[in-house]
């Protein structure tokens, strides 16, 4: 699976749009952009994916570029309840042999009052 | 549906121990997986299955037994508990092969 790098923190504050950017530079052609947050101590919780579209759905939108090389996360009208850990990750929509996600640091959105 | 669940919630052992840790999903799916969390750590896979009867190994299989006898029951054994285990375990659950997984709440186990 290709490598994503994110920023390790960002803050945003409540009401604003959040935007978290990814870098997978490394992306193969038929691999998709996912995006998981982990709010503390809970379990990952599935947020939104895509190959090359953009897609909206009722928790966020995905912006990948043309050159699938970055994508960006909006979550349009951040609350508090969205501070989180936002893991993106790159991987083909079947896994084939091994089907667990690789997580790497992420990035620690807080939404500040 | 209850979605994935997992128990005990929390949990601590001595050192050389060992215990199960369980998962059990209610929504028909096929793939089953293990991952561990260490502090400021993102989730590492241990082991996983494609369907009852069949499990492989993770980045981190070392220390642990699966066993998948059928679709729903997923657990963990540890079969002799080290320090190095104390971490938050997950399981997860997806339909066959997609990114889109679906994690219970979470064993915290501490081995002392």
């Known amino acids: 699976d290709a490598k994503t790098t994110q920023p390790p923190s960002m803050d945003c504050a409540e009401g604003r749009a959040a935007n978290l950017p990814c870098n997978h530079s490394?992306?193969?052609?038929?691999?998709?952009v996912y995006w998981y947050r982990q709010i503390h101590s809970q379990g990952p919780q599935y947020i939104i994916h895509?190959?090359?579209n953009n897609e909206t759905n009722e928790m966020a939108s995905l912006i990948i570029t043309e050159d699938r090389k970055s994508s960006t996360l909006i979550l349009p009208h951040a609350t508090l309840r969205d501070t989180a850990v936002y893991y993106c990750i790159v991987r083909p929509y079947s896994g084939g042999g091994a089907d667990g996600l690789t997580f790497g640091k992420g990035t620690h959105l807080i939404i500040q009052p | 549906n209850a979605g994935v669940t997992q128990t005990p919630k929390f949990q601590v052992l001595k050192t050389g121990q060992s215990m199960t840790l369980q998962c059990a999903q209610d929504?028909?799916?096929?793939?089953m997986s293990w991952y561990r969390q260490d502090p400021g750590m993102g989730l590492r896979l241990i082991h996983y299955?494609?369907?009852?009867?069949?499990?492989d190994q993770g980045e981190v299989p070392n220390g642990y037994n699966v066993s998948r006898s059928t679709t729903e029951d997923f657990p963990l054994r540890l079969l002799s508990a080290a320090p190095s285990q104390t971490s938050v375990y997950f399981c997860?659950?997806?339909?066959?092969?997609?990114?889109?997984?679906?994690f219970g709440p979470g064993t915290r186990l501490t081995v002392t």
């Open positions: 299955s494609v369907g009852a009867g069949i499990t």
């Open positions: 490394t992306i193969s052609g038929n691999e998709y």
């Open positions: 997860a659950s997806t339909i066959k092969g997609a990114g889109e997984q679906y």
């Open positions: 895509g190959l090359k």
């Open positions: 929504m028909n799916h096929e793939y």
